[in-house]
Each structure stands twice: as C-alpha cells, then as structure tokens.
C-alpha cells in the first residue's frame, strides 16, 4: 500500500468522512460547470436589442423653404420637417443623415439611388409617382399669390392673365403658371429668390405655397407683400422615395406612429401655431 494511502488511514474517522465530502463536492461542481459550458455552445445566446446606428437613411432636403427647412446662421437644420423626419426617425427606430440638395435635383437623386429618402415639401403628384414613390400623406397643403402690398389690379388667378410671374423650378406653382394665359413667367431656385424680385419689382406676382408664403411674410421680415384670393389649390406633401423602396413601409410605419401618438399634433403646432389639417391615409 503506497505511503500516502497509510497516512489517509491514519487519519481519524470524522476527518475521512470530511475529506471525501469534500472531493465529492468538487467533483459535482466540476460536473456542473461542465454542463452549463455544453448547453451554452448547443443553444447560444441572440442578441435581439435593435442597433439603431446600423440603419441609417440619407435623406435630401432643400433648407430654402420656411418653415419647413431652414438652414440657420451656425448651418445647423431645422424646420416642420426637419423635425417631423427626427420624430419619424425614433418612432420606427433608424437614424437620419440629411443631405442638402436643390429641389430641382431631388427626383433624379432618388432615381439614381442617391439618398434613400427626400423631404422638402413635396407634393404627390400622379407624375411624379410614375418615376419615384412617396409615403402616406403628411401635409395638406396648396398654391396662393403673393403681389407687392400697393398692387390693386391682382386678386385671383384670372387676373394674372399677361402678368410677370415668379415660380420656383420644379413646383406645382411652376406648372399652374404656365396654364395662364399670355404671362411671363421667370423660374427661379428658391423661395427668397421669387420673392426678393417680387420686392425688387422685376415681376407682379409669385405663386407658391400658401403656408409657407405666409410663414416667409410673418417671420422673414418680407415688408410689403401680401397674398391676395383664396387658396388656388389643394396639395398633399408626401416623403419620397426611389420606386418601391424597401425603405418606404419603414417610414410610413414611424409616420403612422407620429400621427397616433401625439408627436405630430405637438410639431405642427410648434411651426403653425394651429391645429393639424385632417390627413387622409394614402
């Protein structure tokens, strides 16, 4: 019998029954930690808490409407829908990187697959919807005339018949002037462009959004223009996409959250000072 096996004999009872409970303790322990590796490699553990940074859109947005883009003194955006995009953005859970971009350049951008998303106030049109895709509607819009605040002899559409018209490139407001008769029409690149002639005297009237024409007046300190007549027409802004992007049922699912929850009612409010226009869903 080998010199240690002695020495274990040796050992009173209590201590014997001592020493195996404890090899018996270490060996189950051991087992246990065996097992608990052999389930963790057989079922691994899934990750399922979203990584917001690795879905990001680009989104173009032309920051020279008021006030739903307005690029601000330090370069900073802001604007209806700069803050709607953010709010649209949380609810479905991706990030926004905004790209600026002229207006006149957006469609051919999604075309390409440039940007995944534009936003700038952009009305759905059946011709635009030949070529890219637009979300659910969320904005009610529509054209008004804005004239000098001493002109006497423009109240409504027909009496811009022969007139010196002033448009943004690319517009609704672009296309009801060239259906007036004999008028002279200049296409320009940006709101403050059309109006600033209009101040100048280089045109009679411009035609462009109501809200925002009313918004520029109120806030951009443009003195002496008014709107004259009631709302030409009635628009709806949507968020446009390439055909049939993936991205679209992604957007219109945080759009749809806004409009539900509250964060829609707070935003329009916050630029208008009003309560929402009623929406419909497509």
């Known amino acids: 019998m080998p010199k240690h096996d002695l020495l274990y004999l040796d050992l009173p009872t209590y201590m014997r ?5 404890k090899w018996r303790q270490i060996i189950l322990g051991l087992s246990c930690v065996l097992l608990i590796i052999a389930c ?14 690795t879905h990001s859109l680009k989104v173009a947005t032309d920051p020279t409407f008021l006030p739903f883009e307005i690029q601000t003194a330090n370069g900073n955006l802001e604007g209806f829908d700069i803050d709607l995009m953010n709010a649209i953005a ?35 049109t059946p011709q635009r919807l030949k070529t890219i895709s637009f979300s659910r509607p969320y904005f009610k819009a529509g054209l008004a005339i804005a004239v000098r605040e001493n002109t006497q002899d423009i109240k409504d559409l027909n009496s811009l018949q022969g007139k010196k018209i002033a448009v943004q490139i ?7 002037a060239k259906t007036i008769p004999n008028a002279k029409i200049t ?35 443009l003195k002496g223009i008014k709107v004259v007549g ?6 709806y802004y949507g968020i446009a996409t390439s055909k049939d992007s993936p991205n679209l ?18 935003i329009y409010k916050k630029w208008f000072n ?9």
Request: aromatic share 6%.
């Open 17 to 21: 029954k001592f020493i195996n409970l």
């Open 40 to 53: 963790n490699n057989e079922h691994p553990t899934i990750n399922t808490t979203p990584n917001l940074s």
């Open 90 to 124: 949380n609810a479905a859970e991706f990030t926004v990187q905004f790209e600026r971009l002229p207006f006149d350049g957006m469609i051919s951008t999604l075309q390409a697959k440039k940007a995944d998303a534009a936003i700038s106030g952009i009305t759905i």
């Open 170 to 176: 690319g517009t609704p407001g672009a296309d009801l």
């Open 187 to 221: 296409t320009l690149n940006s709101g403050p462009e059309f109006f600033q002639d209009l101040l100048n005297g280089n045109v009679d009237a411009a035609i462009s959004d109501a809200f925002g024409t009313l918004y520029a007046i109120k806030i951009a300190s």
């Open 230 to 235: 009631n709302v030409l027409t009635q628009e």
């Open 249 to 266: 049922d992604l957007i219109n699912k945080g759009l749809a959250t806004v409009l539900s929850n509250g964060t829609y009612n707070q």
């Open 274 to 282: 009003t309560d929402p226009l009623q929406l419909p869903e497509s």
